[in-house]
């Protein structure tokens, strides 16, 4: 027999630092579920990624059990990485932040393809530059594709 679904938390958690500290206690407590069990998963699962910013989507049923799906680290994140940047700059229109290239939004684009809602690369490197560009930051060279 199926499980009921009883709640369904998203958090962002740094990878292999789940701790039951806010805002993770408080947001699994209030469900019911055991959140030591949740970090010691959690951080198993994400050793490999320390540091890295990980969207979570923890499934909570009405046992009280739980299961999660671990997604890629954010656009944004990864395109402050690529580009070396601290943050973005606070008048993208006015004041420019650095550069990116078209060969590090394929690289992102095939990265976070599979949580996007597209289905193209192309549609992703035009999502993930409309991004970078509202991040202040120039996307450097041609386009790979035909703009449409």
Not at 58 to 85: G, L, W
Not at 108 to 129: G, Q, R
Request: hydrophobic share 40%; glycine share 8%; with cysteine.
């Amino acid at each position: 027999m199926a499980k009921q679904l009883f709640a369904i938390v998203k958090l962002q958690i740094k990878g292999g630092a789940a701790n039951p500290a806010p805002p993770i206690g408080p947001a699994l407590g209030a469900k019911g579920v055991n959140i030591m069990e949740f970090c010691k998963q959690f951080n198993a699962r994400t050793q490999e990624m320390k540091d890295k910013l990980l969207p979570v989507i923890i499934n909570v049923y009405s046992d009280k059990t739980f299961d999660f799906v671990i997604k890629r680290p954010p656009v944004a994140a990864q395109i402050k990485e690529m580009s070396k940047i601290s943050k973005g700059s606070d008048q993208s229109n006015r004041k420019k932040a650095g550069g990116i290239t078209w060969d590090q939004i394929k690289k992102i684009a095939e990265d976070k393809l599979p949580d996007m809602n597209c289905f193209t690369i192309e549609s992703a490197m035009k999502m993930i530059a409309g991004t970078a560009r509202s991040m202040g930051l120039n996307v450097v060279g041609e386009p790979p594709f035909k703009n449409n």
